[in-house]
């Protein structure tokens, strides 16, 4: 009883280590250069490395998602699988107590995006986990995301149901390639800051919207 017990206790404190382990990081985006980076930055693409506005990102309603921002820098790179993977940490939210929460929420249920490229890193299929649980799958939906140009510093992002997807074309990039950007289902990230340096025009926008601070739960 007492194994049971110690057991069920040992369970919780790990569900709920998140809320203690990854704290809420003011961070404001006129100094987006000078934020931490780790060590693994190192291993992600050039042209799919830096701190991403997601611009035109909405949720299901229609209203703007909380989540206003990916750094992949945070994000890392398993080159024999073409896989990067984007924790908790490598998401920015917008500086407000909901979108806190949601973050929170999130980081309890162990949430991480994972790419999966294609052999010329132009394109990749999205998957999201939680509880190391893919959950598009269970869902019947399919997400990409693939580059606009060389550089990576605009993206392209979709979500289809299964059955439009199927008829949109068999892999990522075809897909992306069929979907115009009046599909409802598309929004188009573009990046704030690279190796180029901060690109002014996003970092405009993504303040005029957001406001100067964003927040990450990182370690």
Same mark, same amino acid.
């Given at each position: 009883?007492?194994?049971?017990?110690?057991?069920?206790?040992?369970?919780?404190?790990?569900?709920?280590? &998140?809320?203690?382990?990854?704290?809420?990081?003011?961070?404001?985006?006129?100094?987006?250069?000078?934020?931490?980076?780790?060590?693994?930055?190192?291993?992600? &693409?050039?042209?799919?490395?830096?701190?991403?506005?997601?611009?035109?990102?909405?949720?299901?309603?229609?209203?703007?998602?909380?989540?206003?921002?990916?750094?992949?820098?945070?994000?890392?790179?398993?080159?024999?699988?073409?896989?990067?993977?984007?924790?908790?940490?490598?998401?920015?939210?917008?500086?407000?107590?909901?979108?806190?929460?949601?973050?929170?929420?999130?980081?309890?249920?162990?949430?991480?995006?994972?790419?999966?490229?294609?052999?010329?890193?132009?394109?990749?299929?999205?998957?999201?986990?939680?509880?190391?649980?893919?959950?598009?799958?269970?869902?019947?939906?399919?997400?990409?995301?693939?580059?606009?140009?060389?550089?990576?510093?605009?993206?392209?992002?979709?979500?289809?149901?299964?059955?439009?997807?199927?008829?949109?074309?068999?892999?990522?990039?075809?897909?992306?390639?069929?979907?115009?950007?009046?599909?409802?289902?598309?929004?188009? &990230?573009?990046?704030?800051?690279?190796?180029?340096?901060?690109?002014?025009?996003?970092?405009?926008?993504?303040?005029?919207?957001?406001?100067?601070?964003?927040?990450?739960?990182?370690?």
């Amino acid at each position: 009883m007492k194994l049971a017990v110690a057991c069920f206790f040992l369970f919780c404190a790990w569900l709920a280590s &998140p809320l203690y382990l990854y704290p809420a990081r003011y961070l404001e985006l006129d100094s987006m250069s000078s934020w931490d980076v780790p060590a693994t930055a190192r291993d992600v &693409p050039t042209t799919w490395k830096g701190v991403y506005y997601m611009s035109g990102n909405v949720q299901p309603d229609g209203s703007p998602s909380p989540l206003v921002g990916m750094d992949t820098r945070f994000c890392t790179y398993q080159a024999s699988r073409r896989c990067m993977r984007c924790p908790m940490s490598s998401m920015l939210w917008a500086a407000e107590a909901d979108a806190i929460q949601t973050a929170r929420k999130l980081a309890v249920a162990r949430f991480h995006y994972d790419f999966h490229f294609t052999d010329d890193l132009k394109s990749a299929e999205l998957r999201a986990y939680v509880f190391g649980v893919s959950i598009l799958d269970r869902l019947g939906l399919v997400w990409d995301i693939g580059k606009t140009g060389g550089n990576g510093a605009e993206l392209k992002r979709c979500s289809w149901t299964r059955s439009a997807a199927d008829r949109a074309g068999s892999s990522a990039l075809k897909r992306l390639q069929s979907a115009g950007w009046s599909n409802r289902g598309c929004y188009s &990230p573009r990046r704030a800051y690279g190796d180029g340096g901060v690109a002014a025009g996003v970092l405009k926008r993504m303040t005029r919207t957001w406001g100067s601070t964003v927040v990450r739960l990182a370690l």
